[in-house]
């Protein structure tokens, strides 16, 4: 059997990475972000599992890379600028181009969670915006 070198598995204990409230600067609502996972460079891929209470969302925001949205509980709704706001449910996916202008949340009758995956780009991943207000959340 050959030996491997420079080869390091590393273990994410789930103990290590605490659940963590959705600041009010960019959450609107009660929002709990569990991060899933934040790559040691050279990658540049991050996750996290974020929830939703009923009438919680995200602020406008982009990301420099994209964001791939896996829906796993719950109905939310999503919409990029100019857009029309859409509903989402468990089992959806959706993805925004890098730089696209949008928000995601629980509607205002239901929770939703989804898992958020996106890339780093000078060290972060989202450029965050103004809060959505609540007339055009509820429009």
Known sequence: MSELKGNT????????????AGSDATF???VRIDNLFSMPEPSTATAALVSFEPGA????????????LIVISGQGWVQAEGAPKRVIH???????????????GATASHAMSHV??????????????????EEDYLA
């Open 9 to 20: 598995m590393k273990v994410l204990s789930a103990s290590d990475q605490p659940s963590v």
């Open 28 to 30: 609107s609502g009660q």
């Open 57 to 68: 969302r995200t602020a406008w925001h982009t990301h420099p890379r994209g964001q791939l």
């Open 90 to 104: 468990a089992g959806d996916t959706i993805w925004f181009d890098p730089g696209e202008k949008h928000w995601h």
């Open 116 to 133: 958020a995956v996106q890339e780093r780009e000078n060290g972060s991943p989202v450029d965050w915006l103004q809060l959505v207000a």
